[in-house]
């Protein structure tokens, strides 16, 4: 089977297609590496031996995005080319909703022209908004999203779910992923924004580097255990395997919904103190107030995964912090 990856080289992209090499798929990736670097292509093949068809574009551009479907007979899309910042969003909503929404709309334009009939969506946790309770189900309502970024999302679920019933024959699965983090066992490929990172993790990754001098923990006064924000931290690779899942087990036609979460929430600080314990590194931070956009607590009930995908994650919030600073030490 051949599955385009829709922003490829990206961070989770990348841990994407490496898990499709190593399952035997043939790769497509149409990356504009607006988010990511050229030398992931590379990474990827050393880690498995193999090559992705790439094509460097922007799949705004709909002529292009056209003739991979015309030059590849593709089985399935795996759509993960959208900005993902909470933060950056609230400043840059026209940007956000521009490519996330314009991008959705010319790719599913593409599936139903040329009768591709499975796309696996990139969504997210943001979509429940601020959750009243906590673990989050996938019946647990759509909430008020609180950042143009998670407003996307929504968004993007919604004109999937509405091409799908238009398409009565097409399999649409939106995982909503929770927040990934850590990096590829082999330190080859892992997150490593461009400029000054939007994310705790990759933040964390250049205090300790000492590209940057200290961590801002916004805000200490949630309403959290240590009045940090509290999130399910899920392994990247981890996430990669749910989508290999994905794939294979959402053939059925129809509209389907998965979380892809541990189950655990972790606090920033939980998150500070794991990374210095597990690396031996002192993290520098300082309280700041409040980000726009931010909610207090957000984690997984991660049962319908392991229901129907037989998936669980496996690695640990000490897998996470070793491998993250393990990928940091082979880039700097
Ligand atoms: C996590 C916590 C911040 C940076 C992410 C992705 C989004 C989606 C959901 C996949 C929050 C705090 C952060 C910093 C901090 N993932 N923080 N200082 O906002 O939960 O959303 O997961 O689709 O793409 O953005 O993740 O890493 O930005 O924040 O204190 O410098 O860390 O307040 O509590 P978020 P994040």
């Known amino acids: ?3 385009l990856v829709a922003g490829g080289a990206g961070y989770i992209g990348s841990h994407i297609c490496v898990e499709l090499l190593e399952a035997g798929y043939e790769v497509v990736v149409i990356d504009d590496f607006s988010n990511s670097r050229p030398e992931v292509l590379g990474y990827i093949k050393e880690i498995t031996g193999k090559d992705v068809k790439f094509y460097e574009f922007n799949i705004l551009d709909e002529e292009k995005t056209e003739g991979v479907f015309k030059e590849n007979k593709l089985d399935a899309v795996i759509h993960c080319a959208a900005f993902k910042a909470v933060g950056e969003s609230v400043s ?15 790719m599913t334009k593409m599936m139903t022209k040329y009768h591709v009939n499975n796309i696996v969506f990139s969504s997210s946790a943001t979509v429940y908004g601020d959750p009243k309770v906590v673990p989050l189900t996938e019946n647990c309502p759509l909430g008020e999203t609180t950042n143009p970024y998670g407003t996307s999302k929504a968004m993007m679920e919604r004109i999937l779910t509405d091409v799908q019933f238009a398409n009565p024959e097409m399999s649409v699965t939106l995982l909503r992923y929770f927040n990934p983090i850590g990096a590829h066992a082999s330190g080859l490929i892992g997150e490593n924004p461009k400029g000054i990172p939007n994310n705790l993790m990759p933040y964390i990754m250049k205090v300790a580097t ?3 001098p200290c961590l801002g923990v916004f805000g200490d006064d949630y309403d959290t255990p240590d009045g940090t ?3 399910d931290y899920i392994h990247v690779v981890d996430l990669a395997k749910g989508h290999v899942l994905a794939i294979e087990k959402y053939q059925e036609p129809g509209v389907h919904i998965c979380n892809l979460g541990t189950g655990t929430g972790y606090s920033v600080l939980d998150i500070v103190h794991a990374f210095e314990k597990v690396n031996g590194i002192e993290v520098k931070y300082e309280i700041k107030p409040r980000r726009p956009g931010d909610i207090a607590t957000c984690y997984a009930d991660p049962t319908r995964a392991k229901e129907e995908l037989g998936w669980v994650a496996e690695k640990t919030l000490e897998d996470m912090c070793r491998d993250t600073w393990n990928f940091a030490k082979k880039h700097q």
Not at 96 to 104: D, G
Request: net charge positive; aromatic share 8%; hydrophobic share 40%.
């Open 210 to 212: 000492g590209e940057l």
């Open 1 to 3: 089977m051949r599955i």
């Open 229 to 231: 924000g509290v999130r």
């Open 92 to 106: 840059k909503p026209i940007e956000y909703y521009t490519n996330n929404l314009m991008t959705t709309l010319i």
